[in-house]
């Protein structure tokens, strides 16, 4: 009899429940924190760890983490279902299959180009604007070019969202990573920027030609359509302009204006209303349509609210500075190497409860550059050894709502995405944790 492996809400849920556990098998403490003016964020003070009143999570308390969750997470859920919706409302004009399909008779005789030059944007954007969530929305687009290129889906989701995580995972300039542990541990941005830019170049190409050679006649086995020329009208030439547009101004949005959630999510809802009535939809068509959009997201978006109920459970219990307090501690009496190991274990380790790359920013760079001093290694150390293993963690942790609303999106299951990712996931983890001893030899 076939085993039928979990659906992804089942697996959601069931971290829930772990989670809940896990209060009990630990004292509640917490770290004291201050308001970081510079920053403008609460920062850990090192040192001042202290256990409290146990705080064990009751069955009604997990029951409730769901709901919460799902208000905790109201932002990214709109801003799916909006941008889902508007690319749902662009892709039923027929300008994204036509513009797909010109793209393709244009590379038609060199796919391994156009599959890089597909996985140099997402990184790029990743690296920049670390762009994840917004992908869910674009499944659509990721299925019908798996489709017509006849690839593996996983290998675009991977060329796609893998990159912008990956991208995002390495950047000097993520402003959600790197930047911002780099302001907290008071570490200048010139401090081995040629050495991290280098690692970044060879991180970029390993990973993306790996999914490129992987991808080929893997799965969506379907008979390769002859290449014909492909004539796109005016009108769809405007809704894919108007799109194109969107997206650039949402990216200009977050790095010059620090655009949140909210105002990309009120962008899409334009851009689909528009691009809606440019196809010739219709007013009442277009809106049908949106909705329509609505119900394919509707799901991604749960995903989304139970990674946050994850976090709830082991915050509202006390739950998570212990566990950063007891993966640190040991690691002040190991030799230089072992505790850069320690420093890149722990923080992977802490990605699964913790999965959001800027929490974990604050929650522990605050802790590891000041034992770094201890340690005689330099500060960038604590910022590499954050950065890099609590990116590629996004890749495979299921707490991380955004990576398992895509692959769900696309129609991929969590078990065929992680025996397809693993290899290439360990391979840049080993990348990485070379990198950053090799950081700790250079730059102490």
């Given at each position: 009899?076939?085993?039928?492996?979990?659906h992804p809400?089942?697996i959601?849920?069931?971290?829930v429940?772990i989670s809940?556990?896990?209060?009990?098998?630990?004292?509640?403490?917490e770290?004291?924190?201050?308001?970081?003016?510079e920053?403008?964020?609460?920062?850990?003070?090192?040192?001042?760890?202290?256990?409290?009143?146990?705080?064990?999570?009751?069955?009604?308390d997990?029951?409730?983490?769901?709901?919460?969750g799902?208000i905790e997470?109201?932002?990214?859920i709109?801003?799916?279902l909006?941008?889902?919706?508007?690319?749902?409302v662009?892709?039923?004009t027929?300008?994204?299959?036509?513009?797909?399909?010109?793209l393709i008779?244009?590379f038609?005789?060199?796919?391994?180009l156009l599959l890089?030059l597909?996985?140099?944007?997402?990184?790029?954007?990743?690296?920049?604007?670390?762009?994840?969530?917004e992908l869910?929305?674009?499944?659509?687009?990721?299925i019908?070019l798996?489709?017509k290129?006849?690839?593996?889906?996983?290998?675009i989701?991977a060329?796609?969202?893998?990159s912008a995580?990956?991208?995002?995972?390495?950047?000097?300039?993520?402003p959600?990573?790197?930047?911002?542990?780099?302001?907290?541990a008071?570490v200048?941005?010139?401090?081995?920027?040629?050495?991290r830019?280098?690692?970044?170049?060879?991180?970029?190409?390993?990973?993306?030609?790996?999914h490129?050679?992987?991808g080929?006649?893997?799965?969506?086995?379907?008979?390769?359509?002859d290449?014909?020329p492909?004539?796109?009208?005016?009108?769809?030439?405007?809704v894919?302009l108007?799109?194109?547009?969107?997206?650039?101004?949402m990216?200009w949005?977050i790095?010059?204006?620090?655009?949140g959630y909210?105002?990309?999510?009120?962008?899409?809802?334009?851009?689909?209303?528009?691009?809606?009535l440019i196809?010739?939809?219709?007013?009442?068509g277009?809106?049908?349509?949106y909705t329509?959009?609505?119900g394919?997201?509707?799901?991604?978006?749960v995903?989304?609210?139970?990674?946050r109920?994850?976090y709830?459970v082991?915050?509202?219990?006390?739950?998570?500075?212990p566990?950063i307090?007891g993966?640190?501690e040991?690691?002040?009496?190991l030799p230089?190497?072992a505790a850069?190991f320690?420093l890149f274990l722990?923080?992977?380790?802490?990605?699964?409860p913790?999965?959001?790359?800027s929490?974990?920013?604050?929650?522990?760079?605050?802790?590891?550059?000041?034992?770094t001093?201890?340690?005689?290694?330099s500060?960038?150390v604590?910022?590499?050894?954050?950065?890099?293993p609590a990116g590629?963690m996004?890749l495979?942790t299921?707490?991380?709502?955004?990576?398992?609303?895509v692959?769900?999106?696309?129609g991929?299951?969590?078990?065929d995405?992680?025996?397809y990712?693993?290899?290439?996931f360990?391979?840049?983890?080993?990348?990485?944790?070379?990198s950053?001893?090799l950081?700790?030899?250079?730059?102490?």
């Amino acid at each position: 009899m076939k085993k039928t492996f979990p659906h992804p809400m089942i697996i959601m849920l069931t971290f829930v429940i772990i989670s809940g556990i896990f209060t009990y098998l630990i004292q509640s403490g917490e770290y004291e924190r201050i308001f970081d003016e510079e920053t403008g964020r609460e920062v850990v003070v090192p040192g001042s760890f202290h256990s409290i009143d146990d705080q064990n999570t009751s069955i009604s308390d997990i029951i409730l983490s769901v709901p919460e969750g799902l208000i905790e997470g109201a932002d990214v859920i709109v801003l799916i279902l909006l941008i889902g919706g508007a690319f749902y409302v662009i892709e039923k004009t027929g300008a994204l299959q036509i513009g797909i399909e010109a793209l393709i008779y244009t590379f038609r005789k060199n796919h391994f180009l156009l599959l890089f030059l597909v996985g140099l944007i997402f990184f790029m954007c990743g690296a920049t604007i670390a762009m994840q969530e917004e992908l869910i929305a674009m499944a659509p687009i990721l299925i019908l070019l798996s489709k017509k290129l006849h690839y593996d889906r996983r290998s675009i989701v991977a060329l796609t969202l893998g990159s912008a995580l990956v991208g995002g995972s390495f950047s000097p300039i993520n402003p959600f990573g790197g930047l911002l542990a780099l302001k907290i541990a008071e570490v200048d941005f010139n401090t081995g920027l040629i050495f991290r830019v280098i690692i970044l170049l060879i991180i970029m190409v390993t990973w993306i030609v790996f999914h490129i050679k992987a991808g080929k006649n893997k799965l969506d086995q379907i008979e390769i359509p002859d290449f014909k020329p492909v004539s796109i009208s005016t009108r769809h030439k405007i809704v894919l302009l108007v799109m194109t547009l969107g997206i650039l101004a949402m990216g200009w949005g977050i790095a010059k204006h620090d655009w949140g959630y909210n105002q990309m999510s009120g962008l899409f809802f334009v851009v689909g209303i528009t691009c809606g009535l440019i196809g010739k939809l219709g007013i009442n068509g277009t809106a049908k349509t949106y909705t329509e959009g609505f119900g394919e997201m509707i799901f991604a978006g749960v995903i989304v609210g139970l990674a946050r109920s994850i976090y709830y459970v082991l915050n509202q219990s006390s739950s998570i500075d212990p566990l950063i307090q007891g993966l640190f501690e040991p690691l002040q009496t190991l030799p230089t190497y072992a505790a850069a190991f320690g420093l890149f274990l722990s923080q992977m380790i802490i990605h699964i409860p913790v999965p959001s790359t800027s929490g974990q920013a604050v929650l522990t760079t605050p802790i590891t550059a000041p034992l770094t001093d201890l340690l005689g290694i330099s500060r960038l150390v604590a910022v590499m050894s954050y950065q890099y293993p609590a990116g590629l963690m996004d890749l495979i942790t299921p707490t991380n709502g955004g990576m398992m609303a895509v692959i769900a999106a696309v129609g991929v299951n969590y078990k065929d995405w992680i025996s397809y990712i693993w290899k290439s996931f360990l391979l840049l983890m080993v990348l990485g944790l070379i990198s950053v001893i090799l950081a700790s030899v250079y730059f102490s």
